[in-house]
Nanobody
Framework: QVQLVESGGGLVQPGASLRLSCTAS????????MSWYRQSPGKEREFVAG???????KYGDFVKGRFTISRVNLRNTVYLQMNNLEPEDTAVYYC?????????WGKGTLVTVSS
């Protein structure tokens, strides 16, 4: 059974950086796409960044060059380096993976940006 586990969230001050990690286990297949989404209280889940196995990446408009997504294909691991964090970035960040046509989600990791 495929499981995605995120880590790296926490409480940071505005302007700080965090690196989120996510690993998909329970499969012998390499994920086609691995992505990050986030959900703030009272808001819908939104796309943050995604990368396909060929290293082509996309970002949500609000990222504005502050975040970088990367992955290690053979480990089904994806990272999200977040710099210059703002209070508006406070949210639960979810990892998602598409493996052989099926979509899987992690349980999320909380990022809180506050002074």
């Amino acid at each position: 059974q495929v499981q995605l586990v995120e880590s790296g969230g926490g409480l940071v001050q505005p302007g700080a950086s965090l690196r989120l990690s996510c690993t998909a286990s329970g499969t012998i297949y390499t994920a086609n796409t691995m992505s990050w989404y986030r959900q703030s209280p009272g808001k819908e889940r939104e796309f943050v960044a995604g990368v396909i196995s060929g290293s082509n990446s996309k970002y949500g408009d609000f990222v504005k060059g502050r975040f970088t997504i990367s992955r290690v294909n053979l480990r089904n691991t994806v990272y999200l380096q977040m710099n210059n964090l703002e209070p508006e970035d406070t949210a639960v960040y979810y990892c998602a993976a598409e493996i052989r046509g099926a979509n899987f989600w992690g349980k999320g990791t909380l990022v809180t940006v506050s002074s």
